[in-house]
């Protein structure tokens, strides 16, 4: 079962990051020390996702190095409390992120 609060660890071209998330009925909601994870999801054990990113201290840079807002285009395999995946930038595909998600608490 996805839902929960899980920790998310990320690498992309800019350096490493990690943050907290929560999925609880179909809504993704989480942050890090710069920025806001606000989208939705579906699936299990294939979870699919679109969270937009939201900069709300701007001295914070992020690890794909896009400047502002994005949204995220999620693909995860989920295996117990534990899911691995690729985020990926909407609209330039080409710019992604390897993630790894670690499940800590259920709802």
């Not at 909601?29 to 294939?46: A, I």
């Amino acid at each position: 079962m996805v839902e929960g609060l899980w920790t998310v660890q990320f690498q992309g071209p800019q350096g490493d990051g990690g943050g907290v998330v929560v999925f609880t009925n179909g809504k993704v909601l989480g942050g890090d020390s710069g920025f806001t994870y606000v989208g939705t999801y579906e699936g299990d054990p294939v979870l699919k996702a679109r969270v937009a990113v939201r900069n709300f201290l701007p001295g914070v840079p992020n690890v794909l190095g896009v400047p502002g807002d994005f949204e995220l285009h999620i693909s995860c395999n989920v295996q117990g409390d534990a899911m691995t995946g690729t985020a990926m930038l909407a609209g330039q595909p080409q710019r992604s992120l390897a993630i790894r998600l670690t499940k800590k608490a259920s709802l």
